[in-house]
């Protein structure tokens, strides 16, 4: 079993920045990828960032020069640094990680960006 935890949520302002970290861990064997999706509420589920395991990234639009997503040398930790934050970027951000042919979903971190 695989197990994904993410952290570094939080409140800030305009403007501000914040960096999101998610973990994986557990029987790894084989990975795909790993992400970020965020869900505002009244709103679907959606992609931000994405890292292939061969290092290919891709971003959603609104968020494309503002945010980066990263990894460590293990493969098995993913980072999110969120920079020029928005009111629009407010919503629960889950880790997301493609492991041993399956997904696996972290519980999510709240993000909020308001004055």
């Known amino acids: 079993q695989v197990q994904v935890a993410e952290s570094g949520g939080g409140l800030v302002q305009p403007g501000g920045s914040l960096r999101l970290s998610c973990a994986a861990s557990g029987s790894i064997v084989s990975m795909y990828g790993m992400g970020w999706y965020r869900q505002a509420p009244g709103k679907e589920r959606e992609l931000v960032a994405y890292i292939t395991s061969s290092g290919t990234t891709n971003y959603a639009d609104p968020v494309k020069g503002r945010f980066t997503i990263s990894r460590d040398n293990t493969k098995t930790m993913v980072f999110l640094q969120m920079d020029s934050l928005k009111p629009e970027d407010t919503a629960v951000y889950y880790c997301?990680?493609?492991?041993?042919?399956?997904?696996?979903w972290g519980q999510g971190t709240q993000v909020t960006v308001s004055s």
């Open positions: 997301v990680g493609a492991f041993n042919g399956q997904t696996y």
